[in-house]
């Protein structure tokens, strides 16, 4: 007990001298890792790189990934069977990580697409620039990460009810954008 008292109290002190020190030298590590960091993007460049047009993004991830908030409506993702083998499912719902999971993870994967809609340098099927420097683009974007973590927070709960307001939502984020930019000729898309 001696032994233990007597250690005491220098860990203390060993501690404290640690919190001033590393208070003091936050600043400078920070500072460091700034530029170690900036210097590790500049070798590493381009960080982010645009390989599909706006269309062929939006079938790839936004079109099947909202098929699965929107069948959780109709029905209950707990009662979806495994696949035979559901490491290799197509169905989301039937995957390995399906069921209820699976829609949580897709609404999660729509309010990420929000961010690759932002990104500079994609084209549309037509040739046009996305308009990401657009105000209202902005508007439609940040309505669909929104509508994407509504759907992801309905299904956490695991309610069917709430998965249809939340589908209301998905739906009217997509038609915001798509009336704008989407619903005219294809030569005027993207305008
Ligand atoms: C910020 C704007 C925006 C949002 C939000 C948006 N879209 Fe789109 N979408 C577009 C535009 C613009 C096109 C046309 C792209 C092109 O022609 O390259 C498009 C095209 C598509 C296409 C391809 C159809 C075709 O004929 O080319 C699908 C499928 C699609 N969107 C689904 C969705 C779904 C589902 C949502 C909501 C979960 C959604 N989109 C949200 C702007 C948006």
């Known amino acids: ?22 208070a003091m030298s936050t600043s400078l590590i920070d500072r460091a890792l700034a530029q170690s960091s900036a210097r590790g993007a500049a070798a590493t460049a381009p960080a982010m790189r645009v390989e599909a047009n706006l269309a062929q993004l939006m079938r790839g991830t936004l079109y099947p990934e909202s098929n699965v908030v929107f069948a959780a409506q109709d029905q209950n993702p707990a009662d979806v069977p495994h696949a035979k083998d559901p490491s290799m499912a197509t169905d989301p719902l039937a995957s390995q990580y399906g069921k209820w999971e699976a829609v949580e993870n897709n609404a999660l994967a729509i309010a990420e697409v ?49 998965m249809t307001d939340a589908a209301d939502v998905m739906t009217t984020a997509c038609k915001n954008c798509h009336d704008k930019y989407r619903e005219k000729k294809p030569a005027d898309r993207c305008k």
Do not use: H
């Not at 007990?1 to 590393?22: F, K, Y």
């Not at 040739?127 to 929104?146: H, I």
């Open 1 to 22: 007990m001696a032994l233990e008292g007597s250690e005491n109290i220098p860990m203390s002190r060993a501690v404290l001298a640690l919190l001033v020190v590393s």
């Open 114 to 162: 929000a961010n690759l809609l932002t990104l500079p340098g994609r084209k549309c099927s037509n040739g046009l620039d996305v308009p990401v420097t657009n105000p209202d683009w902005a508007k439609f974007v940040q309505g669909l990460r929104e509508a994407g973590m509504t759907a992801y927070a309905s299904a956490q709960t695991k309610n069917q009810d709430k």
